[in-house]
């Protein structure tokens, strides 16, 4: 903190503490965390977290300050949310978009924490609120979307169904007119629009990718659900410092916890490994009806070009984010480069902490490592890779980075199934002024770098 912040704060201390000051207060405390943020990450001493949290919050104030916000007391009502965690978060966003544009309040719907979706009555509902924080939802969406409770509603003015049209004759025009007509007609005088019909990831899509990031940001997971990511985290980092320890020759006291600084920062790798037999299947029918050739990888391609990584230290961990069906296929910890010690959640010890929680759980867990880590390689077919990758590139733009393709950013994101430099994976970023999110959701081989 120098002089002149320092002073500019006092004279605001200072004044009265009306509504402005407050604003202004909180615009100089976020200036001076950005500060803090910055000069610690380009201080040069190797790894830096940084929190995400902080950053988006202090963006938050900025934002909601003009804005007038949604209405309170009208409500949109969903489908059950369904799938994969990251369809699950797709179809959420989508959800929240379609409230904002009909300036209405979502009401908190039901996730679901298993994967068995072709059986209903397996779903498992679980509240929003079991796994992301309402309260921080609604703080940092604030004036953008909101998201409201069963409770909230007076139950006055009744329910109107609002059937989405299915088939090919649905066009996005005649999807985007039904919204249009429900905003302005009848149908807007009712306290709730329930929407029925499917599930809001196959809707059709009317918005930018930077509004479905936009939605992401506000979803922080809870705190329960965190520091279990939080354990794996400093598990990986632990096995790092060892590992770098041992092959440090000058160093003579090996114990993890009371290394200096240089090796307490020991970077980590994350690979999101799609090579499980379902998503073989699922890949090799794309490539077929696409005449891409660039969407399955095997075992052995993925181990390779991760190794030619050019900017790679090592040695180095990998963390396999890999299915649980795959933890006892070991031939996956086998032909990495010499310096990458591959470790997955067996051999790390941590798959107590996944075994505890359903499906849904352990991939936010899985998602969370890999947003954290130092490098991340993933598939570029996969919605789990692609919304990894949008979080890597807000937080790059965050701080400033408008492009990431360059050699020598800070959290660079790769697609193994894509060549790229020296036959490593190809550097990915996510391309923010995409008009749909239809890359992200159903992939693609145009990664932007
Ligand atoms: C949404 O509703 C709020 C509260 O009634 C109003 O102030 C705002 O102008 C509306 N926004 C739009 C885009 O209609
Ligand atoms: C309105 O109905 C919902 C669902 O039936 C219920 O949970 C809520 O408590 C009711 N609200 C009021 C104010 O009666
Ligand atoms: C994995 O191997 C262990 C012992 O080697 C066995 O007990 C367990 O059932 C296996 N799990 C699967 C999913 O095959
Ligand atoms: C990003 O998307 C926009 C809009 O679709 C397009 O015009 C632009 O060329 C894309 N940029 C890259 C680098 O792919």
């Not at 998201?147 to 004759?169: A, M, V």
């Not at 354990?231 to 003579?252: A, C, D, P, Y």
């Not at 790679?312 to 396999?320: D, G, K, N, Q, R």
């Amino acid at each position: 903190m120098d002089l002149s912040s320092n002073s500019k704060l006092s004279r605001l201390i200072g004044c009265q503490l009306s509504s402005l000051t407050w604003k202004c207060l909180a615009l100089v405390t976020m200036v001076l965390f950005l500060r803090a943020v910055l000069l610690h990450s380009f201080s040069g001493c190797g790894v830096i977290e940084f929190n995400n949290q902080d950053l988006i919050l202090s963006h938050s104030l900025l934002l909601s300050s003009n804005d007038e916000g949604i209405r309170r007391e009208k409500f949109l009502e969903v489908p059950q949310i369904v799938w994969g965690l990251n369809n699950q978060k797709i179809a959420f966003a989508r959800a929240c978009l379609t409230a904002r544009m009909l300036n209405r309040t979502l009401l908190m719907p039901s996730l679901s924490a298993s994967l068995f979706y072709k059986e209903i009555d397996q779903l498992q509902p679980i509240s929003f609120d079991k796994v992301f924080q309402f309260d921080k939802f609604n703080s940092l969406c604030n004036g953008f979307v909101r998201l409201g409770r069963y409770s909230d509603l007076k139950n006055q003015t009744g329910i109107y169904d609002l059937q989405k049209g299915s088939g090919r004759k649905w066009t996005v025009e005649r999807d985007m007119e039904q919204l249009k007509q429900s905003s302005r007609s009848h149908v807007d005088e009712h306290e709730v629009i329930r929407i029925v019909g499917k599930n809001s990831f196959l809707w059709h899509d009317h918005w930018p990718v930077k509004d479905y990031a936009r939605v992401f940001e506000c979803l922080v997971l809870v705190d329960e659900i965190s520091k279990e990511a939080d354990k794996v985290v400093s598990k990986i980092r632990q096995m790092g410092r060892k590992l770098r320890s041992k092959t440090e020759t000058v160093q003579s006291d090996s114990d993890a916890d009371t290394e200096g600084p240089s090796i307490a920062v020991a970077p980590f790798i994350a690979v999101h490994m799609r090579v499980e037999i379902d998503w073989m299947i699922h890949c090799k029918k794309l490539e077929q009806r696409s005449g891409i050739n660039q969407i399955c990888s095997s075992k052995q391609e993925i181990i390779q070009r991760v190794g030619n990584i050019v900017s790679l230290e090592s040695p180095t961990v990998v963390y396999l984010a890999v299915a649980d069906t795959l933890l006892n296929d070991s031939s996956i910890l086998r032909g990495w480069k010499k310096g990458l010690l591959p470790l997955e959640k067996k051999n790390l010890g941590v798959d107590g902490i996944y075994k505890k929680h359903p499906y849904l759980i352990q991939s936010a867990i899985d998602y969370m490592v890999c947003s954290r880590a130092d490098i991340f390689v993933g598939n570029s077919y996969s919605t789990f890779s692609s919304l990894v990758v949008l979080e890597r590139t807000q937080k790059m733009m965050r701080m400033g980075i408008k492009n990431s393709c360059g050699i020598d950013v800070r959290w660079p994101s790769y697609a193994y199934n894509i060549p790229g430099e020296s036959n490593g994976p190809r550097k990915w970023m996510t391309n923010m002024s995409d008009s749909s999110l239809q890359a992200i959701s159903y992939g693609s081989n145009a990664i932007s770098c």
